[in-house]
Every structure is written in C-alpha cells, then in structure tokens.
C-alpha cells in the first residue's frame, strides 16, 4: 500500500494499486477493535450496504470488501488529485 490520502472516523484511507485490475485504488482500513460499539460498526456496514448498490458517476465506486481476523478494508475508486471534500465542495 502506498502513501496516507486522508482520515476518517473510524478510518484511514491509503492509495493502492488493485492487483487483479491494475489500477490505482483508495483503501479504507478499519481496525476491528475500534469499531466494538455497536452503533460504530452499524454504521460501517451501513456504508458498505449503501455502497455496493449505487452505480453512479458522481459517487466513488465501492469495488471490493477484504476482512480479516483484526481488520476491514474497502477497495474504493480512487480520484485523484483532490481529497472528496474538497471534491464535494
């Protein structure tokens, strides 16, 4: 995993490159241990719910969920250049 492209919650997101697809990719991490509450990890799968259904241009792309015994991540599109808030705004 390559360099830290920003800070979440819950979450840091790294870039990457996916290794089947050969491109560059956003990688959100949880750590399992802070997200014990309940209502933390509700959310989190509520994000992933929302995510692996939308297909639209105008929302970053949710491309694959990886788990492991103390980690979550989130393969995501990656847009470069500019951090989704300052995208957003």
């Known amino acids: ?3 830290v ?6 979450a ?7 290794k089947v697809c050969k491109i560059k990719v956003a990688i959100k991490i949880y750590k399992k241990k802070d ?5 933390k990890m509700q959310n989190v799968e509520r994000e992933i719910k929302i995510l692996s259904k939308l297909r639209h241009p105008n929302v970053i ?8 015994a103390e ?5 995501m599109e990656y847009l470069p250049n500019v951090s989704l808030s300052e995208y957003l705004n």
Request: charged residues 20%.
């Open 12 to 18: 840091v997101v790294r870039l990457s490159t996916h």
């Open 71 to 75: 980690k979550l991540h989130l393969i």
């Open 61 to 68: 792309r949710l491309y694959q969920v990886l788990e492991s």
């Open 35 to 39: 997200l014990e509450d309940p209502t």
């Open 1 to 3: 995993m390559g360099k």
């Open 5 to 10: 492209l920003g800070f979440g919650s819950y």
